[in-house]
């Protein structure tokens, strides 16, 4: 059993960074691949990004390439998200979940989820 916690979510002016972490307990995370959901208020859940936790390779969503970045600190069993430069349209909650396999594509295989953490950029 896998049990993921959210944090670091909160209120910023556009422009601004949040970190969000994503902390696991139980299997460590480097048998999975890590992804970063959000959905924002009347839109459906979209991948933001995700990482492999054995080999580090990651992917992103085009909508955050170049202004977010995925990372992962194994001794922690943590997956950091730092966005920067956020846009009002970021504004979403973020979820992080699990797959077994370095699939990186959509909601279907993921084998546990965390709660969320909201995010809200102000314009």
């Known amino acids: 059993q896998l049990q993921l916690v959210e944090s670091g979510g909160g209120l910023v002016q556009a422009g601004g960074s949040l970190r969000l972490a994503c902390t696991s307990s139980?299997?460590?995370?480097?048998?999975?691949?890590i992804n970063w959901f959000r959905q924002a208020p009347g839109k459906e859940r979209e991948e933001v990004s995700c990482?492999?936790?054995?080999?580090?390779?990651?992917h992103y969503a085009d909508s955050v390439k170049g202004r977010f970045t995925i990372s992962i600190q194994n001794a922690e069993n943590t997956v950091y998200l730092q966005m920067n430069s956020l846009k009002p349209e970021d504004t979403a909650v973020y979820y992080c979940a699990v797959e077994e396999y370095y699939r990186c594509s959509g909601e279907d295989g993921m084998e546990f989820w965390g709660k969320g953490t909201p995010v809200t950029v102000s314009s």
């Open positions: 990482i492999s936790g054995s080999d580090g390779r990651t």
């Open positions: 139980g299997t460590p995370l480097d048998y999975y691949t």
